[in-house]
């Protein structure tokens, strides 16, 4: 069974740094893309940030390009999210995704939520 | 960067009925890449159907998924009480993904 855990959320304030994780079991993790998805309180979902299998290619929206970092660990089966400069509108759910082989985001973790407040 | 559009915004139904709910994208889609999700209260999405009209695992056949371009549908025939949630379109294009703001089935 795929099963995919986030960890590191938390309270920060303006201007503060977080590291998320993902820990992913079930699955050859190094064989897939991967990816962070956020929602902030009572909104929709946003895209994060991709990276694919051997960290070759990352690619980022412009709302959080140059702030935040993914990166990951096959020999660990873990993800990560490094988060700069956050800022109020960070504040959301952040879910680590599994892009699988039918092209779209086939497992999801529960969640973990970063609240950006001073 | 491509822009979905969802609608309606709220679909308020009874068990049983019929749902259909509309993707529309800025520019052409590619079919591989167009996807669905449902989000009930308080969990994770999870994933509906894939390439426009292919059922993830374990979803059972009243979802079926539509379209081409930049007009998607995806249709319940017979809403189940644990079918009323919300549910979002994604595509993906030029290494960007997006969502849809999502359209929320309720219980009328």
Redesign the interface.
């Known amino acids: 069974e795929v099963r995919l855990v986030e960890s590191g959320g938390g309270l920060v304030k303006p201007g503060g740094s977080l590291r998320l994780s993902c820990a992913a079991s079930g699955f050859t993790f190094s064989s897939f893309s991967m990816n962070w998805v956020r929602q902030a309180p009572g909104k929709g979902l946003e895209w994060v940030s991709s990276i694919s299998s051997s960290s070759t290619y990352i690619y980022y929206p412009d709302s959080v390009r140059g702030r935040f970092t993914v990166s990951r660990d096959n020999a660990e089966n873990a993800l990560y999210l490094q988060m700069d400069s956050l800022r109020a509108e960070d504040t959301a759910v952040y879910y680590c995704t599994r892009f699988g082989d039918r092209s779209a985001f086939d497992s999801w973790g529960q969640g973990t939520l970063v609240t950006v407040s001073s | 960067e491509i822009v979905l559009t969802q609608s309606p915004g709220t679909l308020s139904l009874s068990p049983g009925e019929r749902a259909t709910l509309s993707c529309r994208a800025s520019q052409s889609v590619s079919t ?2 167009l ?1 669905w ?1 449902q ?1 009930r209260p308080g969990q ?4 509906l159907i ?2 426009v009209s ?1 059922r ?1 695992a374990g979803i059972p056949d009243r979802f079926s998924g539509s379209g081409s371009g930049t007009d998607f549908t995806l249709t319940i025939s017979r809403l189940e009480p644990e079918d009323f949630a919300v549910y ?1 379109c ?1 595509q ?1 294009s030029n ?8 359209t929320k089935v309720d219980i009328k």
Not at chain 2, 44 to 47: G, I, K, S, T
């Open positions: 591989s890449y996807a999700y989000q994770a999405p999870r994933l894939y390439a292919n993830a979002y994604q993906f290494f960007r993904f997006t969502f849809g703001p999502g």
